[in-house]
């Protein structure tokens, strides 16, 4: 007969007890060499890049119902210093260039070909785009045929090409590791100076005195550089040529700099693109990026040994291995989850915090409360689209040429009516 003391288990202790089960398995499989603070810093990255955009990614109703995308930034300014917090791109490129060094180290030590390495890096990366990608390309003709409004299509279209450029961009940082490896061999963390250094050539010419004169396409030339510092910083220190003294140097010269531009030069405050403005910090990078990029990357560096031990805690390390495990189907697939939300309710007219204009403290605090729907929902579908991230060995060729051709068609419509 069972004693008083065993209570019923009631489905909160089951899941609890679950739970504690779970982090206990992962961290009994955890190699001893994990190096637990870049994953960390890892995960701190793609959950900030979800975060903001589900943070700033309003919805306005039009007459006819459809979803316009809208801004709380355009009409509650004071908000912008939250970007500088949330905008953590520069720390995602940091680990990345510190992991992309290493493997390929490891790459190159088995004598095993460059060009194999940086193909399987593609692939990974390609995999889950091509994979969103041809899924809303079929996902948009089908709300077409339920009758869904286009200015909501050409909404949901727009928002989930957003994120995919970053995608483009790292692909492209990381085809260029080999030759910021050799960089840093002789430079250390000094050969990210003259890639700032670009980026200030061009804020010169673009927002100086000759600004008229210049072509509008100049800000374009700030794309590789602009991001590309965070990266060479990352395979700098994966390298082993940058520590304490370089990281103290980048914390304090980045935020003077930062502190600098905003006070005296007059950067715009958001790290985001605000609909309205003339100008934008990131589309393309401007100054304040990689400035930015220097403070957390300054700071990443300092506090890798906190954080490694910080993350000693199985109850912190298992969210830590689940993000960076499933990265790239969360980074593809968040908006998604968003307009899973908004795209039904737009059905029902003006929803708080969802399909209403982003113009008050109100708005601010209803998006709040939806947070945990859209992580919810990503978590659905995150069950069912991260078999993209894997080997697609199942899938026949037919199934593949259906899945380029789906990509390129979403690709055609999204260019067509951006």
Do not use: K
């Amino acid at each position: 007969m069972a004693s008083a003391s065993s209570a019923v288990r009631t489905p909160a202790t089951n899941l609890t007890g679950r739970l504690r089960q779970f982090t206990a398995r992962i961290e009994s499989r955890t190699p001893a060499h994990r190096d637990r603070a870049i994953d960390g810093l890892r995960a701190l990255a793609v959950t900030a890049v979800f975060l903001a955009h589900w943070l700033v990614s309003g919805f306005t109703l039009d007459g006819e119902g459809a979803l316009h995308t809208a801004s709380p930034l355009s009409s509650l300014g004071f908000l912008a210093p939250f970007s500088w917090v949330l905008q953590l791109l520069g720390i995602f490129f940091l680990v990345g260039g510190f992991s992309s060094a290493l493997s390929l180290r490891r790459h190159t030590a088995r004598e095993l070909l460059v060009g194999d390495w940086l193909r399987g890096r593609m692939v990974r990366l390609g995999r889950p785009v091509l994979g969103v990608t041809a899924v809303w390309a079929a996902l948009l003709a089908c709300l077409s045929a339920a009758g869904v409004p286009g200015g909501t299509l050409r909404t949901a279209g727009t928002l989930i090409a957003q994120p995919l450029w970053f995608v483009g961009v790292y692909a492209l940082v990381t085809a260029l590791t080999p030759w910021c490896v050799r960089t840093a061999e002789r430079l250390g963390g000094w050969a990210a100076a003259p890639l700032i250094g670009v980026v200030a050539v061009v804020d010169a010419l673009r927002y100086g005195p000759y600004a008229e004169a210049m072509p509008s396409w100049l800000g374009l030339l700030n794309l590789l550089p602009g991001w590309l510092f965070a990266y060479q910083l990352g395979v700098a220190w994966g390298e082993r040529r940058l520590g304490r003294r370089g990281a103290l140097l980048l914390l304090a010269g980045g935020g003077a700099l930062f502190a600098l531009l905003l006070l005296v030069f007059h950067y715009p405050s958001s790290m985001v693109s605000v609909p309205g403005e003339a100008r934008s910090n990131s589309n393309p990078p401007s100054l304040l990026v990689p400035a930015l990029a220097s403070v957390q990357c300054g700071a990443a560096i300092l506090l890798r040994d906190r954080i490694s031990r910080l993350l000693q805690r199985p109850v912190l390390w298992a969210p830590v291995v689940v993000i960076n495990l499933f990265a790239m189907t969360i980074f593809c697939w968040h908006q998604t989850a968003m307009l899973a939300a908004a795209i039904p309710s737009s059905a029902f007219g003006p929803v708080p915090g969802l399909t209403t204009p982003p113009d008050s403290a109100a708005w601010v605090l209803a998006r709040l409360a939806w947070l945990p729907v859209f992580a919810g929902v990503l978590l659905i579908i995150g069950r069912f689209t991260r078999h993209f991230e894997s080997p697609w060995t199942g899938a026949g060729r037919a199934r593949r040429a259906v899945a380029a051709a789906l990509a390129a068609a979403f690709a055609l419509y999204t260019f067509g009516t951006g």
